[in-house]
């Protein structure tokens, strides 16, 4: 894995994108000040002050199924619930990649394809950790949040956790390239908090809603409303 570090920037993954020419397969953009951060359905991702982790793994994986592709934010979740773990703390999944504690979200992923005349450039899997965020700023999100210092109580070195982290997702990357979902089913299924609970998914503009039935080997998320089952590899767990 390759790193650069940039003291500044409004977006990792907009940095990424427009600089993907440049940026070699397997490379690290991170920074610890991202004032304009985006996240998944349209949302912003707030800057929580300095000694929290804004990073984007550039990816351009020669071959890949289109599924993988989408798969490979749940493998990123399973990865990084595998070093929350490591710290001591109980990460829970929540489709297709949210990871909370206690009902709180500590992280989140936003995978964006970079296409030109019909190829795929490249990936970029965006991440944001809050690694050492105070309770206060945490308020002046419009959803439950947390961070890994208030779950253990001390102050996470960020260089630690990106070199933690980078390393665990090199370790079986090619691998899941080339196998799929199927490699983490069972680590993903381990960690879902959102199994045999009723939901409510987002899907584009429309909102369903049933019993989290199941996950399928290609990580869709089986979801049973009033008797009838959809799967679906597309949306986000409200
Ligand atoms: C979500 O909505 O849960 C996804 C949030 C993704 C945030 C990360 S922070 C680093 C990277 N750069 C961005 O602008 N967004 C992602």
């Not at 600089?19 to 690290?28: G, M, Y």
């Not at 990816?59 to 890949?64: A, F, N």
């Not at 290609?218 to 089952?229: D, H, P, T, V």
Request: proline residues 2%; charged residues 25%; contains cysteine.
């Amino acid at each position: 894995m390759k790193f650069q570090y940039l003291e500044e920037i409004d977006s990792t993954n907009k940095y990424a994108r427009e600089n993907l020419k440049l940026i070699e397969d397997k490379t690290v953009i991170y920074t610890f000040k991202q004032t304009a951060g985006r996240g998944r359905l349209q949302r912003k991702w707030n800057y929580l002050g300095q000694g929290n982790l804004y990073m984007s793994f550039v990816l351009k994986p020669g071959k890949i199924m289109m599924e993988t592709y989408s798969n490979l934010t749940q493998y990123l979740c399973v990865v990084l619930s595998q070093v929350f773990e490591e710290y001591g703390v109980e990460p829970k999944i929540k489709w297709p990649n949210d990871i909370l504690i206690d009902n709180k979200k500590i992280s989140g992923i936003l995978a964006e394809g970079v296409v030109e005349q019909n190829k795929l450039e490249g990936i970029v899997l965006g991440v944001g950790v809050n690694l050492n965020a105070t309770k206060e700023i945490l308020e002046e999100i419009n959803q439950p949040a947390t961070s890994l210092n208030l779950e253990i109580g001390m102050p996470i070195d960020c260089e630690k956790f990106l070199t933690k982290l980078t390393d665990k997702f090199c370790l079986m990357y090619d691998k899941f390239i080339e196998e799929g979902f199927l490699l983490i089913k069972d680590n993903y299924i381990r960690r879902a908090g959102f199994l045999n609970k009723i939901v409510t998914v987002r899907v584009f503009d429309k909102e369903l809603k049933g019993i989290a039935a199941g996950i399928t080997d290609k990580g869709a998320l089986r979801l049973i409303e009033n008797n009838k089952e959809h799967v679906l590899l597309i949306g986000d767990i409200l």
